[in-house]
């Protein structure tokens, strides 16, 4: 299988120290003028995160089906995901880098969704993952089923986290 990585997409952000709820979150996303899906909002208005003692840069690249070695309309989200981290050795993302990420990210093309390769989080009865999303009506962080079987065609993009060097 050959896998072959944009590697010129590669987008670097900087996550900054210190010690953030989802609510923070909410309030930049407001003040950015980000739209946040329902399913989004409710969980980070629960979510505490781990404090961040220290700035790190994290680079993240978005990788499609077809990056993957996916010639047709074949590959399912668990097939994509265990592709993705086997053999072409990328990392899940964590969903605080992925917020900041999303506050980085302004010059998204228009028609752009990057569903976040993740652990994914609990909502009421479903299991979702994060999108990273630009559509008509603006700049989106939200939510994505996270259901393996699901069959995602050969341009579906993934947002993945490059191993870091230290």
């Known amino acids: ?3 072959g990585l944009q590697l010129d997409a590669v ?3 900087d996550v900054f120290p210190g010690q953030r709820t989802g609510v923070d979150y909410i309030q930049m996303f407001e003040r950015q ?3 946040i899906g329902s399913i989004v909002r409710d969980f980070l208005l629960e979510a505490v995160f781990s404090r961040v003692e220290k700035q790190k840069q994290v680079l993240f690249i978005p990788v499609s089906n077809f990056d993957l070695g996916c010639l047709k309309d074949c590959y399912s989200l668990e097939k994509t995901f265990t ?4 053999d072409a050795c990328l990392e899940y993302c964590d969903v605080e880098e992925v917020l900041q990420f999303r506050t980085a990210y302004k010059d998204q093309p228009k028609g752009e969704r990057l569903i976040v390769a ?3 989080f609990e909502h009421a009865t479903r299991v979702q993952l994060l999108s990273v999303e630009h559509d008509e009506s603006g700049l989106w962080i939200y939510s994505y089923p996270h259901n393996l ?3 995602r065609n050969r341009k579906n993009e993934f947002l ?3 191993p870091s060097a230290g």
Do not use: T
């Open 1 to 3: 299988m050959a896998i």
């Open 11 to 13: 987008r670097s952000i």
């Open 33 to 35: 003028g980000i739209r």
């Open 83 to 86: 592709i993705g981290q086997n």
């Open 118 to 120: 993740m652990k994914p």
């Open 149 to 151: 079987k699901d069959m």
């Open 160 to 162: 993945w986290k490059l």
